[in-house]
C-alpha cells in the first residue's frame, strides 16, 4: 500500500515514551513534540520541587497541549517526586499490611492530586505483581503482599484512587513479576509456572485491575515458557495479543487501553535482541509504547527508535494499521487526561494520609522490660545495594527522623564490607543502639553482623524496613514494610515513645 510518510513518521513518534536529563526541557524534545511525539518519561533527575516540575510540565504543554507526561511514582521505596528526602507515602507493602481499601484508595487519590497539581497525567503504577517468592531481588515491598486476591483489591482501589486524582494508571508488570529470581534490569527472568497457575496467581491482579477501568498496562521483560517459549512478554503477540488484549470470554483479560513497555534499555531486552529490535517486535506483538529514557535520554536514541519503527513499516516487518493503531491508543489516553480534570468531587487535600498509613502499617514487638529511648541514640544502617528500580540516591532510615526527636542521635552507614559489630559497638559507645536493616532474610552478612550486635547489647532496637521474614528480634523489633520517609518517621515515633 502506499504510505504517507509524514503520517508514518508522526506515528512512530507518537508511541514513543523517551526520557531526558536536566530540570527544562531541552530543545531537541520540544522540537520533536512539534512533529508529533506525544508521550515524556521524568526520573528523579528532573526534579527539584513542585515549583520547578509544574513550570516543566507547563514547558511541555507550551509545545503540545495534551502531551502525556508520565512518571514512575510508586511512593514507598520508589519515588521520584520526593527522590531527594524519601517519599510521604508508604509502597505497597504497607498498604498491604493494613489491608485497608479505603485507605489504600485515599493514599492513591492523594498521590495523584500531588501530580495532577504539578502536571504529570499518567502514572506508572501500581505494581500488581504478587511477591510470591520473597527472594525476588526487583520487586520486595514495591508489592501488596504474596496473596493473589490481597493484591488484587488493594491495585483495584489504587487504580480507583488515582484515576479519581486525573491521573491516568499504568498497572504493571504484566504478566506478573513476583516470581522472579532475576532483575530484568539486568538480564532476562524466567517464570516456569504453568498456565493453571499464572492465571490463579500472577494475573489475578491484573483482572482486578482491569475491571476497576486501569487505562494503561505495563508490560514485563519476563520469559514465560507457558505463553510464549522464545519471546518475553514484552515481546510475545502470545502474551500481549493473545492474552491481555483477547476477550474474557476467550480466556484473555480483554485489556482495551494502552500498552506500555517496561524499560527498553533495560538489559532484558537491549542485551538481547536490542532496543531498535526490540521495540519493531513489541509494536508488531501489540504494544503501543515504547517506553525509554531511563537510561538512554537523548535526542540520538529517539530518532534511531522512529527510523526503525518506520523501516520495519517499509519492509513489510511491522503493519503500518498496527502502528498506527498504537498512535491511535496513546493520543486517546492523552485525550482522557485532558479532560479527566484534576479531581472528583470531595478530592480536597488529604496531607496527613501518608503519614497515618505508614502509622498503621507499623508491627511492633517489645519485650516487658523495653523502655522508650529517652536521650540520643546512635543508629546503625546496614544498607545493602538498592535495585535499580529503587535507586540508591533517595534516603531512607529512621536517622533523620529520630534525630528531631531525640536530638544529637547519630547514624552510621555499614555496607556488606563495613558490617562490624565492634565498629558499630566502638562508634555508638554509651548510646542505645537502633540497627536499621533492609531485607535481612536475604542478606547473610546484614543477619550475622545483627546477631553479634544482639549478643553484644541486647538491648538494641531493631526496624526492618523490607520484607519481614525474619523473626522479631531485640529489645523492641519493628516491622515498616517499606523504607518511605514516613515510615522512617512512624518507627521514630514508637521508638522515641512519641
Given at each position: 500500500m502506499d504510505t504517507d510518510m509524514d503520517t508514518l513518521t508522526r506515528n512512530a513518534l507518537t508511541v514513543l515514551q523517551p526520557g531526558f536529563t536536566g530540570t527544562t526541557a531541552p530543545a531537541w524534545l520540544l522540537r520533536r513534540l512539534g512533529e508529533g511525539l506525544a508521550s515524556v518519561g521524568l526520573f528523579g533527575r528532573n526534579i527539584a520541587?513542585?515549583?520547578?516540575?509544574?513550570?516543566?510540565?507547563?514547558?511541555?504543554?507550551?509545545?503540545?497541549?495534551?502531551?502525556?507526561?508520565?512518571?514512575?511514582?510508586?511512593?514507598?521505596?520508589?519515588?521520584?517526586?520526593?527522590?531527594?528526602?524519601?517519599?510521604?507515602?508508604?509502597?505497597?507493602?504497607?498498604?498491604?499490611?493494613?489491608?485497608?481499601?479505603?485507605?489504600?484508595?485515599?493514599?492513591?487519590?492523594?498521590?495523584?492530586?500531588?501530580?495532577?497539581?504539578?502536571?504529570v497525567n499518567l502514572n506508572w503504577a501500581p505494581s500488581a505483581d504478587v511477591n510470591s517468592d520473597p527472594d525476588n531481588p526487583v520487586i520486595g515491598v514495591r508489592s501488596f503482599g504474596a496473596d493473589p486476591q490481597l493484591v488484587a483489591r488493594h491495585t483495584a482501589a489504587y487504580v480507583e484512587g488515582l484515576q479519581a486524582a486525573?491521573?491516568?494508571?499504568?498497572?504493571?508488570?504484566?504478566?506478573?513479576?513476583?516470581?522472579?529470581?532475576?532483575?530484568?534490569?539486568?538480564?532476562?527472568?524466567?517464570?516456569?509456572?504453568?498456565?493453571?497457575?499464572?492465571?490463579?496467581?500472577?494475573?489475578?491482579?491484573?483482572h482486578a485491575a482491569v475491571?476497576?477501568?486501569?487505562?494503561?498496562?505495563?508490560?514485563?521483560?519476563?520469559?514465560?515458557?507457558?505463553?510464549?517459549?522464545?519471546?518475553?512478554?514484552?515481546?510475545?503477540?502470545?502474551?500481549?495479543?493473545?492474552?491481555?488484549?483477547?476477550?474474557?470470554?476467550?480466556?484473555?483479560?480483554?485489556?482495551?487501553g494502552l500498552i506500555v513497555t517496561d524499560g527498553m534499555e533495560m538489559r532484558a531486552i537491549a542485551g538481547t535482541h536490542g532496543i531498535e529490535r526490540g521495540s519493531v517486535l513489541a509494536i508488531a506483538a501489540g504494544a503501543d509504547a515504547i517506553c525509554v529514557g531511563g537510561g538512554l535520554a537523548d535526542e540520538d536514541t529517539v530518532l534511531?527508535?522512529?527510523?526503525?519503527?518506520?523501516?520495519?513499516?517499509?519492509?513489510?516487518?511491522?503493519?503500518?494499521?498496527r502502528l498506527a493503531d498504537a498512535a491511535a491508543r496513546v493520543r486517546a489516553l492523552a485525550r482522557w487526561t485532558s479532560g479527566a480534570g484534576a479531581?472528583?468531587?470531595?478530592?480536597?487535600?488529604?496531607?496527613?494520609?501518608?503519614?497515618?498509613?505508614?502509622?498503621?502499617?507499623?508491627?511492633?514487638t517489645a519485650s516487658p522490660s523495653f523502655k522508650p529511648l529517652a536521650g540520643p541514640a546512635y543508629v546503625a544502617a546496614f544498607t545493602p545495594l538498592a535495585n535499580i528500580a529503587v535507586g540508591d540516591e533517595t534516603p531512607w532510615g529512621v536517622g533523620a527522623e529520630l534525630a528531631r526527636l531525640l536530638p544529637g542521635t547519630e547514624t552510621g552507614t555499614y555496607g556488606r564490607e563495613e558490617a562490624r559489630a565492634s565498629d558499630v559497638l566502638a562508634a555508638a559507645g554509651g548510646r542505645?543502639?537502633?540497627?536499621?536493616?533492609?531485607?535481612?532474610?536475604?542478606?547473610?552478612?546484614?543477619?550475622?553482623?545483627?546477631?553479634?550486635?544482639?549478643?553484644?547489647?541486647?538491648?538494641?532496637v531493631v526496624v526492618e524496613m523490607g520484607l519481614n521474614e525474619a523473626p522479631a528480634r531485640g529489645a523492641l523489633h519493628v516491622a515498616t514494610h517499606g523504607a518511605a520517609r514516613v515510615c522512617g518517621a512512624a518507627a521514630a515515633e514508637v521508638i522515641a515513645g512519641a
Amino acid at each position: 500500500m502506499d504510505t504517507d510518510m509524514d503520517t508514518l513518521t508522526r506515528n512512530a513518534l507518537t508511541v514513543l515514551q523517551p526520557g531526558f536529563t536536566g530540570t527544562t526541557a531541552p530543545a531537541w524534545l520540544l522540537r520533536r513534540l512539534g512533529e508529533g511525539l506525544a508521550s515524556v518519561g521524568l526520573f528523579g533527575r528532573n526534579i527539584a520541587s513542585p515549583e520547578q516540575l509544574s513550570a516543566l510540565t507547563a514547558q511541555l504543554r507550551a509545545e503540545c497541549g495534551d502531551v502525556l507526561v508520565a512518571i514512575d511514582e510508586e511512593g514507598g521505596d520508589v519515588t521520584r517526586l520526593e527522590v531527594r528526602t524519601g517519599s510521604s507515602f508508604p509502597g505497597n507493602l504497607a498498604l498491604g499490611a493494613v489491608d485497608d481499601t479505603k485507605l489504600t484508595r485515599a493514599v492513591a487519590r492523594e498521590l495523584g492530586r500531588r501530580l495532577a497539581e504539578c502536571g504529570v497525567n499518567l502514572n506508572w503504577a501500581p505494581s500488581a505483581d504478587v511477591n510470591s517468592d520473597p527472594d525476588n531481588p526487583v520487586i520486595g515491598v514495591r508489592s501488596f503482599g504474596a496473596d493473589p486476591q490481597l493484591v488484587a483489591r488493594h491495585t483495584a482501589a489504587y487504580v480507583e484512587g488515582l484515576q479519581a486524582a486525573g491521573v491516568a494508571a499504568c498497572t504493571k508488570h504484566f504478566p506478573g513479576h513476583g516470581d522472579t529470581a532475576v532483575d530484568s534490569h539486568h538480564d532476562m527472568p524466567r517464570i516456569d509456572a504453568d498456565l493453571a497457575t499464572l492465571r490463579s496467581r500472577e494475573l489475578v491482579p491484573f483482572h482486578a485491575a482491569v475491571a476497576a477501568g486501569t487505562k494503561a498496562v505495563m508490560s514485563a521483560h519476563i520469559l514465560l515458557p507457558a505463553l510464549d517459549a522464545d519471546l518475553p512478554a514484552t515481546l510475545s503477540p502470545a502474551a500481549l495479543h493473545g492474552l491481555l488484549r483477547a476477550p474474557v470470554a476467550d480466556g484473555g483479560l480483554g485489556f482495551d487501553g494502552l500498552i506500555v513497555t517496561d524499560g527498553m534499555e533495560m538489559r532484558a531486552i537491549a542485551g538481547t535482541h536490542g532496543i531498535e529490535r526490540g521495540s519493531v517486535l513489541a509494536i508488531a506483538a501489540g504494544a503501543d509504547a515504547i517506553c525509554v529514557g531511563g537510561g538512554l535520554a537523548d535526542e540520538d536514541t529517539v530518532l534511531r527508535l522512529r527510523d526503525a519503527l518506520v523501516a520495519a513499516v517499509r519492509a513489510g516487518e511491522l503493519q503500518e494499521e498496527r502502528l498506527a493503531d498504537a498512535a491511535a491508543r496513546v493520543r486517546a489516553l492523552a485525550r482522557w487526561t485532558s479532560g479527566a480534570g484534576a479531581a472528583e468531587e470531595g478530592n480536597a487535600p488529604a496531607p496527613e494520609v501518608g503519614l497515618t498509613a505508614a502509622r498503621r502499617a507499623l508491627r511492633v514487638t517489645a519485650s516487658p522490660s523495653f523502655k522508650p529511648l529517652a536521650g540520643p541514640a546512635y543508629v546503625a544502617a546496614f544498607t545493602p545495594l538498592a535495585n535499580i528500580a529503587v535507586g540508591d540516591e533517595t534516603p531512607w532510615g529512621v536517622g533523620a527522623e529520630l534525630a528531631r526527636l531525640l536530638p544529637g542521635t547519630e547514624t552510621g552507614t555499614y555496607g556488606r564490607e563495613e558490617a562490624r559489630a565492634s565498629d558499630v559497638l566502638a562508634a555508638a559507645g554509651g548510646r542505645r543502639i537502633v540497627a536499621v536493616v533492609r531485607d535481612a532474610h536475604r542478606h547473610g552478612w546484614m543477619a550475622e553482623a545483627l546477631d553479634a550486635l544482639l549478643v553484644a547489647r541486647p538491648d538494641t532496637v531493631v526496624v526492618e524496613m523490607g520484607l519481614n521474614e525474619a523473626p522479631a528480634r531485640g529489645a523492641l523489633h519493628v516491622a515498616t514494610h517499606g523504607a518511605a520517609r514516613v515510615c522512617g518517621a512512624a518507627a521514630a515515633e514508637v521508638i522515641a515513645g512519641a
